[in-house]
């Protein structure tokens, strides 16, 4: 447990971040723990590197709707302080504290408050003696005995209330590494690409690394290290598990088509305005932007709600079912205004809002760009090449096992 949140075991994979400001800002990193919580983060890390960053935690945690992690990097008595001032958990580096005497300190402080502790390996601080055995350079092998020569410290001092990561900005050795360190050990894993650097190829980075590994199975708990306000790594760690189906759905999913040239309609700006009208929100439901009624409503029939364009019209759409059909200027407005109905009473209420004439009207517009602009994906040519293939005429085929 950090604080009251479960990591490992069973428990639904949680998101973390670390907040930007100094730790002595109390007012100015609580607002900052504030937006991060309300953007998805679980857990929150602020660095506590100086006396002044341990008082401000004094302040802090008790009045964090988040429980907080003391980053300590080169003293371990900033983790001796972070411990006093009341931190749910610590983070500690096994290449910057090295004595053995202080690490067992901290353990034993650790031990007798019930507090874990998260080994935090990162592949640019490695202990240089293992960096020189390891050929030197960094390697897998070399990150899994640096967080095992530190599980061993804590064990002459009876604590194992442990987590462990073992990040790298390289992805494919952080993923290596990771796998490595499932193999060996049963800890919880905190994933993360460490260093990831700015959006949108530190997003990239982050995410190649720590989806892989969660689609394996490995992992517990996630960080986006990127180059940006935190906030934005807090939503990328939720909209991932989401995505994966690993946690359930908070926010808003809004799904729409790359654009092409059978778009009716500019979709990049319907789905950007339609982003910032419902991100706002916060409703958890799917909402899909599609640029044409042809084969738009089909490919987003899964979604809550969705609109797709035509013929200067929108067609409104409840998980697949026209239920209005809008002018194009009112697109985003109907979208946001179904989106609260969905939301607050759900779908089969909302279906008892829709039109009556909204489904013919709809296939007025499909049936009229059918005509004009064919069938997009070439149906009928295809069924009458497997008629002239299968020397059998007519509007539908039944092939039998046997038959040529």
């Not at 946690?247 to 319907?270: F, N």
Request: hydrophobic share 45%.
């Amino acid at each position: 447990m950090v604080g009251t949140v479960a990591v490992g075991g069973d428990a639904p994979i949680s998101v973390q971040s670390m907040t930007t400001t100094k730790t002595a800002d109390v007012e100015g990193t609580l607002a900052q723990i504030y937006a991060l919580a309300g953007a998805g983060a679980d857990i929150v890390r602020c660095t506590c590197n100086e006396i002044e960053a341990a008082e401000g935690l004094a302040q802090i945690v008790p009045r964090s709707p988040v429980p907080i992690i003391a980053d300590i990097h080169h003293q371990y008595r900033m983790a001796l302080a972070a411990i006093e001032a009341g931190v749910q958990c610590l983070r500690l580096n096994p290449g910057n504290i090295r004595k053995p005497e202080h690490i067992k300190a901290v353990a034993q402080e650790c031990r007798d408050h019930n507090i874990p502790i998260r080994i935090g390996v990162n592949g640019g601080s490695l202990d240089p003696d293992l960096y020189t055995k390891h050929g030197g350079k960094i390697t897998a092998e070399a990150m899994v005995e640096s967080a095992q020569r530190e599980l061993a410290f804590f064990e002459e001092v009876g604590f194992d209330d442990v987590k462990i990561s073992v990040k790298a900005s390289n992805v494919a050795l952080m993923i290596e590494a990771y796998r490595m360190m499932a193999d060996t050990m049963d800890y919880p894993l905190h994933l993360g690409v460490t260093e990831a650097g700015p959006p949108p190829a530190g997003l990239i980075k982050a995410t190649a690394g720590i989806a892989t590994l969660l689609a394996e199975g490995i992992g517990d708990t996630i960080r986006y290290s990127l180059t940006a306000d935190p906030v934005e790594e807090a939503k990328a760690g939720r909209q991932l598990l989401e995505a994966l189906g690993l946690r359930e759905r908070k926010g808003l999913d809004l799904i729409a088509c790359p654009s092409c040239g059978r778009a009716e309609v500019d979709v990049i700006d319907v789905a950007t305005r339609a982003q910032a009208a419902l991100d706002g929100l916060n409703v958890p439901i799917q909402v899909a932007v599609m640029g044409c009624v042809v084969n738009g409503p089909g490919e987003a029939r899964e979604a809550d709600i969705g609109i797709a364009a035509g013929r200067r019209r929108g067609h409104l759409f409840v998980k697949g079912k026209v239920v209005k059909v809008v002018p194009e200027h009112q697109m985003v407005g109907a979208l946001v205004e179904w989106a609260k109905l969905v939301a607050s009473d759900g779908v089969e209420a909302a279906l008892e809002f829709a039109d009556d004439d909204a489904a013919a009207e709809a296939e007025k517009d499909r049936a009229a760009l059918l005509d004009a602009k064919g069938d997009v994906n070439h149906t009928e040519q295809i069924i009458e090449e497997i008629h002239r293939k299968t020397d059998r005429p007519g509007p539908a085929i039944s092939l039998v096992d046997g038959e040529a």
